[in-house]
């Protein structure tokens, strides 16, 4: 992708009225870019853009993106107002903590609904657009949690690690149309993400799991202290998408990086265990 240099580009952003989605708002119209913002409360994301950004150029939209119908609209609202599209930004999520065998079927189609058939449904409205005009980019704002899983984050990590797959396949299927896709792994960040505004929990627990229940303690009094900042976070992940290329994946945060780490240590110890016995499964030569 070229990103464009005379003329202001036009970003689609989801989940933008807290986080990292929000910060990234507000630089974006810092920049004087044109910024479609999709959230659940266009009132809340106002309220926190009030004295914070220069909103000429944003267009908020109450977007259920579980409404494939609703997300089409979106975009067309977005391409009449803007006169085009240069950039989509898949960020909307929410965390869920507790044990697999807690987690309902509710719970388990709510998340997936927003963390893939959500991006699914922003996809196949924003694609056929990016590769006529044959240049785009797609952020697909994953985690660390996405590579690697802890106990307690079974339903998130199922959600990261179903949107990591499409988005390699994505960037394979797109860049023969000058289209390029980047997969944000950001490790814990100076958001409310571990808020109980955010945080999803289950209606019920068992007294089977104790860690789980004093992970969860933990996790809310982390709250205030995380290592990401989500200024430099957003800055980041902006930068990456005006000087294109770079690596599939833009891992933010010195935690996410570890995790991450330890996960390809172990994958590879496993492939080296598994090498003398792979073939087993073979037809003979």
Same mark, same amino acid.
């Given at each position: ?14 989940g933008t ?39 000429t150029r ?27 599209l240069d ?66 984050? &079974?339903?998130?990590? +199922?959600?990261?690690? =179903? *949107?990591?797959?499409?988005?390699? $396949?994505? !960037?394979?299927?797109? #860049? ?81 990086? &570890?995790?991450?780490? +330890?996960?390809?240590? =172990? *994958?590879?110890?496993?492939?080296? $265990?598994? !090498?003398?016995?792979? #073939? ?6």
């Amino acid at each position: 992708m070229s990103f464009p240099t005379d003329r202001p580009a036009t970003w689609f952003v989801t989940g933008t009225s807290r986080g990292l989605g929000l910060e990234l708002v507000k630089q974006l119209l810092g920049r004087g870019d044109n910024v479609a913002a999709t959230t659940r409360s266009t009132q809340r994301l106002l309220a926190a853009l009030e004295d914070a950004a220069d909103t000429t150029r944003l267009l908020p939209l109450a977007v259920d993106l579980r409404d494939e119908t609703a997300v089409a609209q979106a975009v067309r609202q977005t391409t009449e107002r803007f006169g085009g599209l240069d950039v989509v930004v898949n960020n909307a999520g929410y965390g869920f903590l507790a044990a697999v065998e807690e987690t309902s079927g509710r719970d388990v189609r709510d998340m997936l609904d927003v963390q893939v058939v959500g991006v699914w449904n922003v996809l196949r409205a924003t694609l056929p657009l990016l590769r006529e005009q044959r240049s785009g980019h797609v952020v697909n704002v994953s985690s660390v949690l996405g590579l690697t899983s802890v106990p307690g984050w &079974a339903l998130y990590c +199922a959600g990261k690690f =179903a *949107l990591e797959g499409l988005s390699e $396949a994505l !960037a394979a299927e797109v #860049a023969g149309f000058g289209v390029e896709v980047t997969i944000v792994e950001p490790g814990y960040f100076r958001t409310d993400f571990l808020t109980t505004d955010s945080l999803a929990l289950p209606d019920g627990t068992t007294d089977a799991y104790p860690a789980i229940r004093e992970m969860t303690e933990n996790h809310l009094k982390l709250q205030g202290s995380q290592l990401g900042d989500p200024v430099r976070g957003a800055r980041l992940m902006i930068d990456r998408v005006v000087a294109g290329g770079g690596p599939l994946r833009q891992v933010l945060g010195s935690d996410s990086h &570890a995790y991450a780490t +330890a996960k390809v240590q =172990a *994958l590879q110890a496993n492939l080296d $265990a598994a !090498a003398q016995t792979a #073939a087993a499964s073979d037809f003979p030569a």
